[in-house]
């Protein structure tokens, strides 16, 4: 039986918003330096961004990628690489950070969203074909927590209706379906090198796919669409600087040596945890699918409210007494229930573009979303990094067991 006793003297875990829970050292200190020294700050006439994209290329066996500024700016890249109309509709995940989203409406396109599968997180390929319409051109799919979705399928309904299938593995790095990594199986793959992610470089993404013709309108929509050593360049079409400087490509490029170990660490220790949660009865791990293999951006558990009072919310409430922060919910509400989707606030009062949306495109009524509403309530975001160690998780499950004892023994007093 796992013991269950009150620690005295709290553990402070690891923190990826700091220098405890991340493997920043010397060698991004060696290749930062090594920039400066350059004087060349600027990815146009640098190394390091371009060494980064020739890396990451052979890292994810992709033929082309382009660094820029942030995890948003790559989801905006890929988006605006489509060339869509405006009105065009973009399947999409109600469960993701805003920055996922806000590139959709950015292009004049309107985000559908799908409902999402209560015990991974994840959009499935129901909940995504339920969603497709004649004036659909794409599907993002989003690896939640760096748990897989089921993009196998969801590429083969893509390809029956003609769409491109863009990976969100923002949270996913080196996560795998079936022996190949996110990010291979549909036409874009976008990722994030933010400060808490699998690596960092405290902002700044990434876009890869094997289309030379969407790499080239990824690479001119990073670059204010100007032609860098075309003939007769020019600012083809509308487009924003959203370019990598040298000093995060550095950064990023010792990061990128670390990546493999760091989440294999990650793994390890998630399954140490999962081992010390069997048998507490009403919590489990968000569902892995059969050919997937989890990447632990975060530790997500799912609380039965009926089995632990309170659910998650007093779980997460309980942890703190520990010095633990996590965070029930992970998101508050949905992303269509944020002022900028629900009121449409957009630019200025004209509500574009979603004057030109379908009224079903726009349909956010509780009944079409069963499963986003449910894993919001049920699931519990612990915090989770590459330095966590065997004690970490040992007092992390101390915790959880031992709150978990104390509400359900509490609820078989009341």
Known sequence: MPDTHTIAVPITLPSDQEASGRTLGEEEITLLSRAIRSGILTSTRGR??????????????????????????????????????????????????????????????????????????????????????????????????????????????????????????????LAEVAGRNVGTFGDIACFSVQQGKHMTAGEGGLVATDDAALARRIYLFINKAWGYGDPTPDHYFLALNYRMTELQGAVALAQLSKLADAVAQRRAMASRLSRRLEGLKGLSPTMVLPDAVHSYWRYALLVDHEA??????????????????????????PAFECQVIREQ????????????????????????????YRLLEQVLVLPWNERYEERHVDYLADALHAQHKLLTKEHCHA
């Open 48 to 173: 390091f961004v371009r060494e980064l994209e020739k890396c990451f290329c052979e890292l994810g066996g992709y033929g082309y990628a382009h660094a820029c500024s942030s995890g948003t700016a790559a989801i905006h890249a890929a988006v605006a690489a489509l060339d869509l109309e405006p009105g065009d509709e973009i399947v999409t995940t109600a469960v993701t950070d805003m920055g996922a989203i806000t590139p959709i409406l950015y292009q004049g396109a309107i985000p559908v969203f799908a409902d999402v599968d209560a015990h991974t997180g994840n959009v499935t390929a129901a909940t995504v074909a339920d969603r497709i319409s004649p004036r659909t051109r794409a599907i993002i799919v989003t690896h939640l927590f760096g748990n897989p979705a089921p993009v196998q399928e969801i590429a083969s309904v893509a390809r029956r209706h003609g769409l491109v299938v863009i990976e969100d593995c923002a949270q996913a790095f």
């Open 345 to 372: 606030r957009t630019f200025g009062t004209s509500r574009y573009p979603f004057t030109l949306a379908r009224p079903e495109a726009v349909d956010y009524h509780p009944a079409r979303f069963p499963g986003t």
């Open 308 to 333: 632990v009072p309170g659910g998650a919310v007093a779980l997460g409430r309980g942890l703190k007494e520990w010095s633990i922060a996590s965070s029930p919910r992970y998101i508050q509400k």
